[in-house]
Structure formats: structure tokens, C-alpha cells
């Protein structure tokens, strides 16, 4: 079979037409993403559809979806960065609107919607009949506001896979783009105490770098300090 993608924990190959194989690597079972993938699906979200799940339940055999990442299509051209965000945003928002089940794991502090907890630009395909959300280890139920934060604290703080201009001015765009897109519209009471608290949470992931790490421990002491009480 021909490798198409790999991930951290994960590669992707060809499987048939109109069909892909996600394995894992160290032989984790991913029936649960799929029963989550199949879930949301049944409710009317945009994830590839899930056909098979094989190999002692380490690999999945779910639809091809053509097209390009988020994270490439909204910095080329770099201006098109807020209307992505608010694409982003609204998948946040279609998400939030489904209950978490109870076989899914509840995160602190209470609530009871289906949260993806990695729904940034990497994880969302601009396909020709509009963005697909993938990747659905994390999913659990809780406050929908714990999801949108960890997305804008990623965004904000995550490493930019550009050249060095580009990079350097989409960091410079991506702090004040979000604030007006992302931001605007989930401010209240709860966003920056949960923004800090994800960010604080992010830092103990192995795979973020010393830079996105001291990004995220700014960002938990900006927003701490713009949290009331």
C-alpha cells in the first residue's frame, strides 16, 4: 500500500478507490475514534465516513478526502486568515450543538456537549464539498468553551511550518486576527480563565517545542490576567 500521510502517532496509506487506511504504531486500538467519527457523522458533521475498522481494532478503513489542510489554505494567501477562523469557528459552534454521549470520557468542570479537543487548522481538510474535520482521539464531553480555548491557544502559540517571512508575518497577523475573529465572538466571563487553564494544560503535551512551549505559559499568564475575580 502507498504511504499518503503520517502523523505523530499514526500513517495514513492508499487502500481502495475512494478509500484510505489509518494505522496506528504502536498498536493502540482506535475503535473508539471511529465509533466517535461515526457518531457525529450519524449527526450530520463533516468526517470522513468510516467503513471498517480491522486488525484488532488498530486500523481504520474510512472515505479519501481530496484537498488541502487548513492550516496551508488559510496563509496562502496570508489575508485569508480571518475568513478560515471563522470557518474554524463555526465548526466549533455545529460541533457544540451535539450532546456528548456517555461512553465518551468527561472532562472537568461539568458540561455536556461532544468536544474534539484538536480542532485547529491541521486537522481540517478544505475538500471540494467543504471542510472535514478529522483526527478524534481527544473527543470527550464537557464545556464547549474548554474546546474553543485549546484551539485559540494552539493557534496562538503554535510553530508556524513556513519560511522564515512568511512565518514571521503571519505571527505578527495571527495574535490580533484572532482577537477579532475568534475571540469576539466566545469573550465572556469564562473564555480567558479557560484559555489559561488549556494553555497550562497544552504544556505538558511531549510533542509541543521549547518555543511553543514558553508561547503557551505567556499566553496562560496574559489570559490569567484578564480573567475576572
Known amino acids: 500500500m502507498k504511504l499518503l500521510a503520517s502523523g505523530r502517532d499514526g500513517d495514513i496509506f492508499e487502500y481502495a478507490p475512494g478509500l484510505v487506511l489509518r494505522k496506528t504504531r504502536d498498536g493502540r486500538s482506535i475503535a473508539h475514534e471511529a465509533r466517535t467519527m461515526r457518531y457525529v457523522a450519524d449527526r450530520g458533521y463533516p468526517v470522513p465516513r468510516v467503513e471498517a475498522v480491522r486488525a484488532d481494532d488498530t486500523e481504520i478503513v474510512m472515505e479519501r478526502i481530496d484537498g488541502p489542510i487548513m492550516a496551508d489554505a488559510m496563509v496562502r494567501p496570508p489575508w485569508k486568515l480571518g475568513d478560515h477562523l471563522r470557518i474554524l469557528a463555526d465548526l466549533h459552534d455545529q460541533l457544540h450543538e451535539i450532546p456528548g454521549p456517555d461512553w465518551l470520557a468527561a472532562m472537568p468542570g461539568g458540561g455536556d456537549r461532544l468536544l474534539h479537543l484538536d480542532l485547529h487548522p491541521l486537522n481540517v481538510i478544505m475538500s471540494p464539498r467543504g471542510p472535514i474535520v478529522i483526527d478524534w482521539p481527544n473527543a470527550r464531553r464537557g464545556d464547549p468553551m474548554a474546546d474553543v480555548a485549546l484551539t485559540y491557544a494552539l493557534i496562538r502559540c503554535g510553530r508556524i511550518p ?45 510533542n509541543m517545542a521549547p518555543d511553543e512551549l514558553r508561547r503557551l505559559r505567556a499566553l496562560a499568564e496574559e489570559s490569567r490576567s484578564k480573567a475576572p475575580g
Open 162 to 206: 513556513l519560511p522564515r517571512p512568511l512565518a514571521a508575518a503571519l505571527n505578527a497577523l495571527r495574535a490580533p486576527v484572532l482577537r477579532r475573529t475568534f475571540a469576539k465572538r466566545y469573550v465572556g466571563p469564562t473564555f480567558y480563565r479557560q484559555v489559561a487553564e488549556m494553555a497550562e494544560l497544552k504544556c505538558f503535551d511531549k
